[in-house]
């Protein structure tokens, strides 16, 4: 059986489903394929420091970061519609 990394396995499906819905034309939807990213990189973070592996903790902490922005990025234009 292969065994699931508590982590890991959240990090990975989180990631995939934001790429897939950040792709959307529907400003709701890439929010959430945002949030998704936020929530995904933040594991990777967190499993980053767990292994002491600086280079993953810097390179998920840009994208946590990256992400973080886009989902404001996507609230400052839903104000600027409505």
């Known amino acids: 059986m292969i ?7 959240p990090a990975v499906v989180l990631g ?4 897939v819905l950040v792709a959307s034309r ?10 998704c990213w936020v929530v995904g990189n933040l594991l990777w973070v967190l499993y980053a420091s767990y292994q002491e592996n600086t ?5 998920f902490g840009f994208y946590w ?3 973080v922005i886009g989902l404001v990025n996507l609230q400052e234009n839903r104000k600027d519609e409505g």
């Not at 995939?16 to 790429?19: E, H, L, T, V, W």
């Not at 529907?26 to 949030?35: E, L, T, W």
């Not at 280079?55 to 390179?59: D, N």
Request: glycine share 18%; net charge positive.
């Open 55 to 59: 280079y993953q903790l810097s390179l």
């Open 16 to 19: 995939m489903a934001g790429a």
């Open 3 to 9: 065994s699931v990394d508590p982590l890991q396995g």
């Open 65 to 67: 970061l990256t992400a």
């Open 26 to 35: 529907s400003q709701g939807i890439r929010r959430a394929g945002f949030g």
